[in-house]
């Protein structure tokens, strides 16, 4: 058994395809739980697609934090 300092190589014993499949399985969970708190705020879900693509997530994160949220109009 290896020591934990030896955690952050651990990725250099997968092969490939199971790298990739790992960061596509944690890359799918992120969007999904952003979807989730973004139907909660009262916006489309489907803006969490952006996530996959950084020069289009960030400019979403920001419009989304400077806007005002439709669960904010009712109260206002």
Do not use: D, E, S
């Not at 944690?26 to 996959?52: D, M, Q, S």
């Amino acid at each position: 058994m290896l020591p934990l300092a030896y955690a952050p190589a651990l990725g250099l014993l997968l092969p490939n395809w199971a790298a990739l499949l790992i960061v596509v399985i944690l890359a799918t969970v992120a969007v999904c739980a952003a979807g989730l708190v973004l139907a909660k705020v009262g916006r489309n879900p489907y803006w969490a697609l952006l996530l996959y693509f950084p020069v289009l997530g960030i400019p979403a994160l920001w419009y989304l934090a400077y806007t005002r949220w439709p669960r904010q109009r009712g109260n206002g």
